[in-house]
């Protein structure tokens, strides 16, 4: 350099520098401006040289930061505040990076500014290009339903939408970036996010680890869980290739639901079809033995007559009409079977006690007939239809008073309790007792243990209308084989149906 002038050299560079170049005052005058900055400003030099800085900023308030970082000392050459939209003199506007230097004298005195500005406005338009195409990204993602969320290579939150948060449930507040995947399903665990893994089960340690071995080693199958409210989760993890994991989790509850709804429905249509084909059977073997009791006595009398036998004529006639009754009950008792559907319409609260006390009046004569003692507790409320319940203990009292044991006398006890979201009702007495080996086989139709009709008449129908009954109201009825002083019927209710039915 000392072979030519300092002076030389720096105004070449001056004069040859391709960003402008402002020299200020301290009164913020321009003093001084290279080609570069008059061609990028658009003004001849009169025109330039003696205006005040201000001159050259677009905007307002962008003057009074460039006033403020000034005022501060904030080094431009690196402050990302340094960024001005500049205005040239035909109006129109570029964005540029202001570079400042004070030139200071020998007792330190700022004696001028020297402002380089670099033009990035191709550099701010891709930013705010990128900028857009994020944000645009982020409300698309923030407005899918499914849930959404990518994690690194060491299992930490990177991305994720809104419906992930949701979807995360008690961990959803805790949610950001950086938190493990193992963190949140553990959050969710411990606080009753999943059902299947509650905090208490034995069965979560297991549950969590398959959990998780499907986040780090997805088989690209999605999952269904239980959530929640009783919800359903479709959770899909995917690797991607720089060992990410990208994870959608999808609400499918309604389908799920409707998937269930649709089980239901076949297994309950594929229940009543066996129980129709076992009916069918049962009726058509019940229904013929009388028939073929009428046929075979007419016979007789037919015999008999051509044989002149008139008392045995009397004799036939007797059974043959007996056949006839007893085609007749058993008929009326299939019709009534049948009219009990399975849909229950009159809905109301039922108090237990008031149907025993009418049963009692219904059976009245008929126990004090038989000097039956009955033991009533004090019974608790149902959901249910009341006609049906009728229905349901009369049969149950009605048999405890039939089959009573020839040489005891007679108590029929009937209780009830609440237990949980269930009601109890117990039919008990000390009569001649079932055979804990039929104790399925009473409940079907046409089932019964004693075929002699002049000791105990009946059709069979009674504990099969019961069961009927009882299945209606989403309920069960079971005879307790443990008992063996007599018969003890008990029967389950939900306090309160859920009419799903
Ligand atoms: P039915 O009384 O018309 O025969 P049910 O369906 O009411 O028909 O009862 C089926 C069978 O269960 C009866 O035939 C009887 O053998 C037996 N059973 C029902 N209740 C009692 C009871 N309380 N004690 C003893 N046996 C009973």
Redesign the pocket.
């Known amino acids: 350099m000392t072979t030519f002038g300092e002076e030389l050299v720096f105004k070449a560079l001056y004069e040859t520098f391709p960003d402008p170049v402002i020299i200020l005052d301290a009164g913020r005058v321009i003093r001084s401006a290279n080609p570069a900055a008059l061609a990028k400003f658009g003004y001849p030099v009169d025109a330039f040289i003696g205006q005040p800085a201000r001159l050259i900023y677009a905007d307002d308030q962008e003057y009074a930061r460039r006033l403020h970082n000034r005022a501060a000392g904030v080094d431009e050459r690196i402050a990302r505040t340094s960024t001005y939209s500049y205005i040239r003199r035909d109006g129109s506007t570029f964005s540029g990076h202001l570079r400042t230097t004070p030139l200071i004298d020998a007792d330190g005195k700022e004696l001028a500014l020297i402002g380089i500005i670099r033009d990035v406005s191709d550099l701010a338009r891709a930013v705010q290009e990128k900028q857009q195409a994020s944000d645009m990204l982020d409300a698309a993602l923030d407005a899918m339903p499914e849930g959404f969320a990518i994690f690194d290579a060491q299992e930490r939150l990177l991305v994720y939408n809104r419906a992930y948060v949701t979807i995360c449930g008690p961990a959803g507040p805790l949610i950001r970036p950086g938190i493990t995947a193992e963190e949140i399903l553990q959050i969710a665990q411990e606080n009753s996010h999943y059902p299947d893994a509650l905090p208490d089960s034995p069965d979560w340690p297991a549950w969590m680890a398959h959990r998780m071995q499907d986040f780090r080693q997805p088989d690209n199958r999605a999952k269904i869980y239980r959530y929640a409210d009783d919800r359903w989760l479709r959770v899909e993890n995917i690797k991607t290739k720089d060992g990410n994991t990208v994870v959608l989790r999808v609400d499918v509850t309604e389908l799920k639901r409707a998937e269930l709804a649709l089980e239901r429905q076949r297994q309950e249509l594929q229940h009543k079809n066996e129980a129709l084909d076992q009916f069918t059977a049962t009726v058509s073997h019940d229904l013929k033995a009388p028939l073929r009791h009428i046929s075979m006595f007419s016979e007789m009398i037919e015999d008999e007559l051509a044989a002149g036998n008139q008392e045995e004529v009397a004799a036939s006639a007797r059974h043959l009409r007996e056949s006839a009754r007893r085609m007749t009950r058993v008929i009326d008792?299939l019709l009534d079977y049948a009219q009990i559907a399975y849909q229950i319409t009159a809905w109301s609260e039922v108090d237990l006690d008031d149907i025993v006390a009418d049963t009692l009046g219904v059976l009245g004569s008929h126990a004090r007939e038989a000097d039956v003692t009955f033991e009533i507790a004090p019974l608790p409320k149902v959901h249910g239809d009341p006609e049906l319940l009728r229905r349901l203990v009369q049969?149950?009292v009605?048999?405890?008073i039939?089959?009573r044991h020839p040489h005891r006398r007679p108590i029929v006890r009937v209780s009830g309790r609440a237990a949980g979201q269930h009601v109890e009702l117990v039919?008990e007495?000390n009569?001649?007792?079932?055979d804990p080996r039929?104790a399925l086989r009473?409940?079907e139709?046409f089932?019964?243990?004693?075929q002699d009709e002049s000791i105990?008449?009946?059709?069979?129908?009674?504990?099969?209308?019961?069961k009927r009954i009882v299945e209606s109201h989403n309920g069960s009825i079971r005879l307790d084989t443990g008992f063996t002083e007599?018969?003890r019927?008990v029967v389950t209710l939900p306090k309160r149906m859920r009419k799903t039915r």
């Open positions: 008792s049969n149950l009605g048999n405890a039939k089959y039919v007495d009569g001649i007792g079932i039929f009473i409940f139709v089932q019964r243990l004693h105990y008449g009946g059709t069979g129908i009674g504990l099969a209308l019961a007599g018969a019927f």
